[in-house]
């Protein structure tokens, strides 16, 4: 009996054992799993799913101020906005409208008291009327990122390029209206779902008259002139943008 007893408990041990090594091993197939290729993960649901869709199937409308730079006469502060539907999250198209308030800089009022008799009023200096265009966006780079720790904010950089007009203020000899291709650089930080911060810089192409020059005349009275050239007229804006509808699309 005592024999058998013993054959028993060692035969109950070799089970345990057994079924522990089992129970070990599918663990570990658990844990680490067998290989699988890229097309074996996607079928399977391990990409990203359910994710927002924050830019594509919206409109954005985005009022927005800014200023030009680089300007020697006549600095421009730049009032208006844009409205943009994006296709996907990658690619839109907008219209953008600026109206242009001149301010004097150091350099015309420095012109206008030491050199009065070449200059007519504050209008010999151009300003920037208006701008217009029809933009194509599209977005490189898209990601998130944690401000201060705590709240994810995601953003997108995005480049654009557009074709336009620019209207310039001033006297007869500086005022016109000129066809301006733009192309520009930007950024959008989105807030919520439905409200992004926007900042972008724009490089306006067209062919004006920075001034007007007074001139005497073989008749003792004056004349005035201009002369158009070619140039880069480069705009900072930032504005506020509320996209439509309210609630974004999710991926699959």
């Given at each position: 009996?005592?024999?058998?007893s013993?054959?028993?408990?060692?035969?109950?041990?070799?089970?345990?054992?057994?079924?522990?090594?089992a129970?070990?091993?599918h663990?570990?197939?658990?844990?680490?799993?067998?290989?699988?290729?890229?097309l074996d993960?996607l079928?399977?649901?391990?990409?990203?799913?359910?994710?927002?869709?924050?830019?594509g199937g919206?409109?954005?409308?985005?009022?927005a101020?800014?200023?030009?730079?680089?300007?020697a006469?006549?600095r421009?502060?730049?009032?208006?906005g844009?409205?943009t539907?994006?296709?996907?999250?990658?690619w839109?198209?907008?219209?953008?409208v600026?109206?242009?308030?001149?301010?004097t800089?150091?350099?015309?009022?420095?012109?206008k008291?030491?050199?009065?008799?070449?200059?007519?009023?504050?209008?010999?200096?151009?300003?920037v009327?208006?701008?217009?265009s029809?933009?194509v966006?599209y977005?490189p780079?898209i990601g998130?990122?944690a401000?201060?720790?705590?709240?994810?904010?995601h953003?997108d950089?995005?480049?654009?390029?557009g074709?336009?007009?620019?209207?310039?203020?001033?006297?007869?000899d500086?005022?016109?209206?000129?066809?301006?291709?733009v192309a520009?650089i930007?950024?959008?930080?989105?807030i919520n779902?439905?409200?992004?911060?926007n900042?972008?810089?724009?490089?306006?192409?067209?062919?004006?008259?920075?001034?007007?020059?007074?001139?005497?005349?073989?008749?003792?009275g004056?004349?005035?002139?201009a002369?158009d050239?070619?140039?880069?007229?480069?705009?900072?804006?930032?504005?506020?943008?509320?996209?439509?509808?309210?609630?974004p699309?999710?991926?699959?």
């Amino acid at each position: 009996m005592r024999n058998e007893s013993s054959r028993m408990q060692r035969l109950a041990f070799v089970l345990a054992s057994l079924l522990a090594a089992a129970g070990s091993a599918h663990a570990a197939g658990g844990i680490t799993g067998d290989k699988k290729s890229a097309l074996d993960k996607l079928e399977e649901g391990d990409a990203v799913r359910k994710r927002v869709l924050l830019r594509g199937g919206r409109f954005e409308a985005a009022p927005a101020v800014g200023f030009t730079l680089g300007d020697a006469f006549s600095r421009n502060v730049l009032l208006g906005g844009q409205l943009t539907y994006h296709f996907t999250e990658s690619w839109a198209l907008g219209a953008t409208v600026f109206g242009g308030l001149g301010v004097t800089t150091g350099l015309a009022d420095d012109v206008k008291s030491k050199r009065p008799e070449k200059v007519d009023g504050d209008e010999a200096f151009s300003n920037v009327g208006l701008l217009g265009s029809l933009d194509v966006y599209y977005s490189p780079l898209i990601g998130k990122f944690a401000l201060f720790g705590r709240n994810v904010l995601h953003y997108d950089l995005h480049l654009l390029l557009g074709v336009g007009g620019a209207s310039v203020s001033g006297t007869k000899d500086v005022e016109g209206f000129s066809f301006a291709p733009v192309a520009g650089i930007g950024m959008r930080t989105f807030i919520n779902d439905w409200f992004s911060v926007n900042l972008s810089l724009r490089d306006y192409i067209y062919s004006s008259a920075i001034n007007a020059v007074t001139e005497n005349n073989e008749g003792g009275g004056t004349d005035t002139s201009a002369s158009d050239e070619i140039s880069n007229n480069f705009a900072v804006t930032i504005g506020a943008a509320f996209y439509f509808p309210q609630l974004p699309q999710t991926s699959n």
